[in-house]
Nanobody
Framework: QVQLVESGGGLVQAGGSLRLSCAAS????????MGWYRQAPGKQRDLVAT??????NYADSVKGRFTVSRDNAKNMVYLQMNSLKPEDTAVYYC?????????WGKGTLVSVSS
């Protein structure tokens, strides 16, 4: 079993920054990809950013503002969010892909006020 715990969410004004962290623990032998998704009220869960060995992928809406990174030794993934906008308000979920097995965190709320 794998557990994911997110932290770093909160309330911030537009233009501000937040850094999300996600720690993965449990039966982890090899991680393919780690990443972040978000779900705004009344909307589907969408990809924000993912990172594999040496490659990152971002949603168009966050390119140039968000940066995803990972610490393989600690099984952690981070999301640095700058120039936040009210439309970034959502619950942010951490995801880990163990080569076909997907695990999710419980989510952390990010609220951006205008």
């Amino acid at each position: 079993q794998v557990q994911l715990v997110e932290s770093g969410g909160g309330l911030v004004q537009a233009g501000g920054s937040l850094r999300l962290s996600c720690a993965a623990s449990g039966s982890i032998f090899s991680i393919n990809a780690m990443g972040w998704y978000r779900q705004a009220p009344g909307k589907q869960r969408d990809l924000v950013a993912t990172i594999t060995s040496g490659r990152t992928n971002y949603a168009d809406s966050v390119k140039g503002r968000f940066t995803v990174s990972r610490d393989n030794a600690k099984n952690m993934v981070y999301l640095q969010m700058n120039s936040l906008k009210p439309e970034d308000t959502a619950v942010y979920y951490c995801n880990v892909d163990l080569w076909g097995e997907n695990y999710w965190g419980k989510g952390t709320l990010v609220s951006v006020s205008s």
